[in-house]
């Protein structure tokens, strides 16, 4: 065997053995660096003949491509058991049933606003929205609330950096600038509930700073009181679930309506026990009345003609009376634990048919 034949089986080896892409190195270094034994043989050509360099010349560098080609499969079939291995550990099997244990819930907010949606959906009004950042004529000028109005204050506002008047950009007290954004736009017959985010600067066990509402506004030629009140109480009854629920209108005020009413569902409180129904106390949950013909005419609408009743509702309130959650910051803790336990099926969608 010839010096050249030894060299190129023991390196051959040496690829062979190496047992990762390190060790690969390694071999890589010691076969066909500056100080390997190719090099070396490569530095002895000059002292030889033309023919015998020739030929020695073309053999060291047929081993050395040889030798490269070599190391360079070694590192591919490295890589692809390397992506095999992962691939293996990194498997999902698609087909496993779900997991009831890390099933993710419903948020009670969702779920109400759901319910909430559902019945006066079949009802036949449709969902309205509008942006969280209002302007200052939408969210107040427009529903009738003048600018030096305590309704203002009351309401706490967070009021955006920039200009001030009827461009002053608020986050929205309240869901009713989604009344005015709908009459502005379209002409009556106008449907519409409005589900939505709300803020006010105000914080305790009662109240958060961003809360939510469902507004709902009807307008047409002939509406009046007995819809808004039919409506209302059919309302109460249903997300209630209890048919006889008794539900009384009680003058109010608001700006933008006239008569406005708060309305309350019939409750006890008695021996320290809250429960809502048949009892000799009241609970007020809303707040409502015909729409303000003042507020008609700042949306174009012909308030000769037309008339309208409106209503707005705090989710948050509604969720704690119906499902027992006691304090309000509860729902912004994102605690798992309760979300576990207050939290409902996202299988179970609310329907009048299939119930809420
Ligand atoms: N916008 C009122 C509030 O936030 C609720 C309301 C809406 C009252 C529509 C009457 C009519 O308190």
Redesign the pocket.
Known sequence: MTELEALRSELMAAVGKAADLDALERVRVSALGKKSRITEMMKGLGAMDADARRTAGQALNALKTEVADAIETRKRSFSDAELDRRLMQERVDVTLPARPERQGRVHPISQTMDEIVAILGEMGLAVAEGPDIEDDWHNFTALNIPPDHPARQEHDTFYLPGAGGDERLVLR????PV?IRTMVATKPPIRIIVPGR?YRCDYDATHSPMFH?V???VVDETTHMGHLKGCLIDFCRAFFDMDDLPVRFRPSY?P??EP?AEVDIGCTRKGGEFRIGHGDDWLEI????MVNPKVLENCGIDSARYQGF????GVERMAMLKYGIPDLRTFFESDLRWLRHYGFSALKVPTMVGGL
């Open positions: 007290t309240h869901t009713s009344q709300t509402q507004e709902g506004l608001f933008f309506t406005s809303l707040g409502c009345g409106a209503f707005g509702l």
